[in-house]
């Protein structure tokens, strides 16, 4: 659910919850944009900027100095989320020229996700499921291991397992009904036979624990009917990657909870080249069953890796050895 929205108060004000209002007809939650639009009109509020044309590019830059960002990528969204404002206003007529001069920061360091293959992901499966139980989390071995797992072969973000209802397990049609997602809107996202087999055991287990188990009780709950938060499922599963000893590749960053999805989003990728299907012919719907506005998103999440390398450059040689052999003489 989407916090409050958030007052603003200066000359911007009604252009701001203009600008919000259309992006999230567009599918953008955009909750921090609006409070970094918030940050921007209370800067213009303590200025005393009383027009349009009193924001100039030195009061734009102004802003920016009093909101220090430690990395380039934070800067970068910083910038983004204002120049996006006064690109907008410009488009309605609003502004003739946008007051945004600042250029983005080099990205000279980016992040390397550790990426889960299937053994790998089989093993920390497995270490979940001989975690032991308390008395604040009954079934823990095997709530843990059915998060993760779907985390894994679904590519569902940490929220949106949290979100999951009993009622929006669908075995008839085999699909989960995942709501309130990133960008507002719900989605369908289908499962296999494993999956299937795997929610089946869970439930049948929960069903003995106390509790009102109706259609909108939580799917994943340990007690009161209450959902497990996000940060506890990430605080169990850096507390199981030790037991793994994985050898991190120079370069990749530690394990994280959110490497489970883009393993996903991989994987995915590696079996088309594998099965011989053009990726680009796939994409809008890998970007679909992962929730992204478009496909740009998901390329995002698409890291290049030996495997996916060695798989396209065998790919390349079946198509050009023949024409290779051709021009031979």
Known sequence: MRTQSIEFQSILADAIRRFLAHKRALGRRFDVEEKTL?????????????SLEAISADVIDAFLATRPRSTARSYNHLLGTVRRLFDWLMAQGVVAVSPVKATKRRQTTRRIPFLFDRNTAKRLLDVASKLPDNSLAPMRALTYRTIFALLYGLGLRVGEITRLCLGDVDFNRQLLVVRETKFYKSRLVPFGPQIANLLTTYLKSRQPCPGNLTNDAPLFSFVRNRPINPGTISLAFHALIPQLALSVPEGVSPPRLHDL?????????????????????RLLALSTFMGHVSPVSTAEYLTITSDLLQVAAERFEKFASPLIRKELP
């Open 261 to 281: 999805r883009h393993s996903f989003a991989v994987g995915t990728l590696l079996r088309w080249y594998r099965s011989g299907i053009d990726p680009g012919s």
């Open 38 to 50: 918030k940050l921007l009109d209370h800067f213009l509020v303590e200025r005393e900027i009383g």
